[in-house]
């Protein structure tokens, strides 16, 4: 079990840039996949991003792609997600997710969950 940390989150404009990160705790981090989800009021979790345990193999929601970026670095324990070019559309919480040994773009095979931060875009 790790324990998750987001930061980053804040209001921006159309057009403008946010890098989300999620620290995580324990030494085993470099064991999980991990991965960006988001949830607008009324709306599903949605996925938006997610990287394999060595950060070599990385899925990307259609709505985000060429405009997010996921990376991580296993020697500080820290999975990011870099925001580029953000529309009003995405607004909402985001969160991290921890899921041991494996990668993927499901909610239901991630175990560990962050409490989220919020970002929001104006228009």
């Known amino acids: 079990q790790v324990q998750l940390v987001e930061s980053g989150g804040e209001l921006v404009q159309a057009g403008g840039s946010l890098r989300l990160s999620c620290a995580a705790s324990?030494?085993?981090?470099?064991?999980?996949?991990m991965g960006w989800f988001r949830q607008a009021p009324g709306k599903e979790r949605e996925f938006v991003a997610a990287i394999s345990t060595s950060g070599g193999t990385t899925y990307y929601a259609d709505s985000v792609k060429g405009r997010f970026t996921i990376s991580r670095n296993n020697a500080k324990n820290t999975v990011y997600l870099q925001m580029n070019s953000l529309k009003p559309e995405d607004t909402a919480v985001y969160l991290c997710?921890?899921?041991?040994?494996?990668?993927?773009?499901?909610?239901?095979?991630?175990?560990?969950w962050g409490q989220g931060t919020q970002v929001t875009v104006s228009s």
């Open positions: 324990g030494r085993t981090f470099s064991s999980y996949g």
């Open positions: 997710a921890a899921a041991r040994y494996r990668t993927s773009r499901s909610a239901a095979a991630y175990e560990d």
